[in-house]
């Protein structure tokens, strides 16, 4: 069965610093592979998706992520985190049309 | 732009009432979905459809049932409102994979239900 695992479930880091939000996935083949974002009281928005090809993917606010075969990991960054990044992060991935989602990583920026 | 339109945002019910959540998406996407969201527990899969009529339960369909008499359109049913449906829930839907499709979920903006 698949899985997509977020280690954290919280995430502090200060106005500009740069971030790092984890995720492993447990699949066979290639996955598809997502990250979202929700800011509060609003539904997910996609900020970047991977199927094949570059492995570094470049995603929209700035986002980026690099999806690792030999880790299962598809972590998403950021070099320099603005204020209103602040929100839910969710990795989700599969092998089909319906993806599995992580838990989700709340990011609270400081300024 | 890409519209995924959830009925009602906030909804307050009591305890035994039937309850509609409606789901409307103008891409003409064939896949539907209806997902709850709990604080720790992230999106749990309630019910999926791949085509009109057509429904598949997921992970926690138990309390719930669907509706979809049109491509555009995806309701969830309620059909006796308990406490522990108190939650948000967020409708999606996306394109089945093929060619340079990844199937990527596009989501309502969610709709928060509290049964008393």
């Known amino acids: 069965a698949q899985s997509v695992t977020q280690p954290d479930i919280h995430i502090t880091v200060s106005e500009g610093a740069s971030l790092e939000l984890r995720c492993n996935y447990s699949?066979?083949?290639?996955?598809?592979l997502f990250w979202y974002v929700q800011s509060p009281g609003q539904g997910l928005q996609l900020l970047l998706k991977?199927?094949?090809?570059?492995?570094l993917v470049q995603g929209i606010k700035g986002f980026e992520a690099e999806f690792k075969r030999s880790q299962s990991s598809f972590n998403l960054r950021k070099p320099s985190v603005h204020w209103s990044d602040a929100a839910e992060y969710f990795c989700a991935g599969g092998g089909s049309y319906i993806p599995t989602f992580g838990r989700g990583t709340s990011l609270i920026v400081h300024p | 732009d890409v519209k995924v339109t959830q009925s009602s945002r906030y909804l307050v019910k009591r305890t035994g009432e039937k309850v509609f959540l409606e789901c409307v998406q103008d891409?003409?996407?064939?896949?539907m979905f209806w997902y709850r969201q709990d604080p720790g527990l992230g999106l749990r899969l309630i019910y999926f459809s791949y085509d009109v009529k057509m429904k598949e339960k997921g992970d926690i369909p138990e309390g719930y049932s669907v509706s979809r008499e049109k491509k555009e359109r995806f309701s969830l049913i309620l059909e006796s409102a308990s406490t522990n449906q108190t939650s948000m829930y967020l409708c999606a839907s996306s394109r089945i994979p093929s060619g340079g499709s990844t199937g990527e979920l596009f989501f309502g903006e969610g709709s928060r239900l509290t049964v008393l």
């Open positions: 891409m003409d996407h064939e896949n």
């Open positions: 991977y199927f094949s090809g570059d492995t």
């Open positions: 699949y066979g083949a290639t996955p598809y």
